[in-house]
């Protein structure tokens, strides 16, 4: 399988294919389509991902067909949850955003890939921590994030099973067959 892995750019066309792909995986695993309140960021890329210096969005396109197989976004901690107040802040700490695989190239390490590969962007811009958090009824989320390294910090127990998570960064060395990017890989 080869996959290449790049930044997401100020392409009203790649940004636009990047936003289809988001919202019909969406659709896929939790079953709804738009909900504005959750989805600011896949509606306006440029200001959460692309104009923010430490912040980033990646995007693996399968280099035989130009189809999108997964996408990861990380940018600075934005939330505000009250019982996270002094355990985070947007100078430490990222948060891991829209980590999807397209169900066809899943099992293959391709989203371990994706993090790797975030985490490497965190550290390069001075992230100590990362957060994130998923969902109970999300197939192997759970699993995947433990074996990244994430730890629970809060297990919510809403309606949507929502786990808080977050790991301190570490770096990774990439190859050196990947001098012609940056944070972004060729497999």
């Not at 960021?41 to 997964?70: L, W």
Request: net charge neutral.
């Amino acid at each position: 399988m080869n996959v290449v892995i790049k930044e997401l750019e100020n392409d009203s066309r790649q940004i636009r294919d990047v936003q289809e792909f988001l919202f019909s995986m969406i659709k896929k695993e939790f079953g709804y389509g738009y909900i504005p309140k959750w989805h600011q960021d896949i509606v306006d890329m440029t200001k959460f991902y692309i104009s923010p210096k430490r912040n980033n969005f990646f995007v693996a396109y399968s280099q035989k067909t130009g189809e999108i197989m997964a996408t990861i976004g990380l940018r600075s901690y934005d939330k505000d949850f009250p019982e996270f107040r002094d355990l985070y802040s947007k100078d430490l700490t990222s948060s891991i955003w829209r980590l999807f695989v397209n169900e066809k190239y899943r099992r293959c390490g391709l989203a371990s890939k994706m993090f790797n590969i975030a985490e490497n962007f965190a550290n390069d811009e001075g992230y100590k921590d990362i957060y994130l958090h998923t969902h109970k009824t999300l197939d192997g989320a759970l699993e995947f994030w433990t074996k990244m390294g994430f730890v629970t910090v809060l297990d919510a127990k809403d309606e949507l099973q929502t786990v808080h998570m977050d790991k301190k960064i570490q770096k990774l060395d990439i190859a050196p067959q990947t001098i012609d990017f940056k944070h972004a890989i060729k497999l």
